[in-house]
């Protein structure tokens, strides 16, 4: 069974449209991590929440934790190109270990 | 540049070879990880370091034989893989305690 659960699992959009992408699990999260893979290179950290409700930005990227800590989503705004990629979530659980578990992830595409 | 880095980027090797990938960090950290990354797969972990010490065999053939000589390097050794054995094989770190992983970019490994 997948600890964390990512949808869409594809998403194909134009340029200068949002969209929100989902990662859900059953299990309460100590800390919950988003990253962006590009094809043949290894994933890249974007965010760590870690706190119930908590909504981080980065530019166009919105990221919020939900407030029981077993779901997150990220949204972004007015998607450009270069945001094409593999969307990431991992997380650890609570009183669990701190080796990263990922989901599935979200293949995102982005059409000029 | 994540900090983590792996050589080589791309590996082919026949079925009786024996081959190594190496993965090396600069980020102090004390965990370090080898993931299997496959096709339309999610991330698989194979195997955990923390301080040199093996804590985490994700029930992994005997075919690939990790080797930690200390907090900073890390090797997979590789010997009589099978075609199913290609993929994307990434090495991550952290710091005990703390799930953001930082990833190389990976070797992507074929076997023929």
């Known amino acids: 069974t997948q600890l964390l659960e990512q949808s869409p699992q594809f998403l194909s959009i134009q340029e200068g449209e949002n969209l929100t992408v989902y990662c859900n699990s059953s299990s309460v999260f100590s800390s919950l991590q988003w990253y962006r893979q590009e094809p043949g290179e290894g994933p890249v950290l974007l965010v760590t929440?870690?706190?119930?409700?908590e909504v981080k930005k980065l530019k166009r990227l919105t990221f919020q934790f939900g407030d029981a800590r077993k779901d997150s989503s990220l949204h972004i705004t007015a998607a450009q190109p270069g945001d094409t990629g593999l969307y990431l979530c991992?997380?650890?659980?609570?009183?669990?270990?701190?080796?990263?578990?990922f989901g599935r992830g979200t293949s995102l595409i982005v059409h000029p | 540049e994540t900090g983590v880095t792996q050589t080589p980027r791309h590996l082919v090797m026949g079925m009786t070879n024996k081959k190594s990938l190496k993965c090396e960090q600069h980020l102090g950290h004390n965990a370090m990880y080898w993931y299997k990354q496959s096709a339309k797969k999610p991330l698989e972990l194979m195997f955990v370091y923390n301080f040199k010490e093996q804590t985490e065999n994700n029930s992994v053939p005997s075919r690939f034989s990790p080797e930690c000589p200390n907090s900073s390097h890390l090797f997979l050794h590789l010997h009589t893989l099978q075609p199913e054995d290609s993929a994307l094989y990434l090495c991550?770190?952290?710091?005990?305690?703390?799930?953001?992983?930082?990833f190389g970019q990976g070797t992507r490994l074929t076997v023929v």
């Open positions: 991550a770190s952290s710091n005990g305690g703390n799930t953001e992983a930082f």
């Open positions: 929440v870690v706190t119930g409700g």
């Open positions: 991992a997380g650890a659980t609570s009183g669990g270990s701190y080796i990263p578990t």
